[in-house]
C-alpha cells in the first residue's frame, strides 16, 4: 500500500499542455482548458444529485465520465479522490463524506487549470 498522501499530487501536469500547445496548436490548447471548467462542474452536480437520491448506478456512471475527463487532462489529484469515491460507494454515508474531498479538490482544479491558461497566455 502506498503511503503517498493524496493531496500531494499534482492537480495537473503543465508539462503536457506546453507540450499539447507545441504540437497542437494553442489555440486547440486554450479551447481544452476553458471547456474542462465546465465538464467538470456538470459531473460533480450530477454525482451530488445522485448522492442526495442515493442512486448509486447513476453516481458510478457521472464518476467514471469524470475520470474519463481527469486523465485526458492530466488531473491527478481529482481523479484520484473520483476513484475513491467511486470504490465507496457500497456505504453511502462514507462516500457522502468522500464527495466533498472531490468538490474541494474538483474546485483546486479548475482554479489550476485558469492560471495556467493565464500563465501560458492562452
Not at 33 to 54: C, N
Not at 72 to 89: G, I, N, P
Request: aromatic share 8%; net charge negative.
Amino acid at each position: 500500500m502506498s503511503t503517498t498522501n493524496p493531496q500531494n499530487l499534482p492537480l495537473g501536469d503543465e508539462t503536457f499542455f506546453e507540450e499539447l500547445a507545441r504540437n497542437s496548436g494553442i489555440v486547440m490548447t486554450r479551447d481544452l482548458l476553458e471547456s474542462a471548467p465546465a465538464s467538470v462542474e456538470k459531473e460533480v452536480g450530477l454525482i451530488s444529485r445522485y448522492l442526495e437520491a442515493e442512486d448509486k448506478e447513476n453516481v458510478r456512471k457521472a464518476c467514471h465520465a469524470l475520470k474519463g475527463a481527469c486523465y485526458s487532462m492530466q488531473a491527478h489529484r481529482l481523479a484520484y479522490f473520483v476513484r475513491e469515491l467511486e470504490m465507496a460507494l457500497d456505504d453511502l454515508s462514507n462516500a457522502k463524506e468522500l464527495f466533498k474531498s472531490v468538490e474541494l479538490v474538483s474546485n483546486q482544479t479548475i482554479n489550476w487549470w485558469q492560471n495556467l491558461k493565464m500563465k501560458l497566455h492562452f
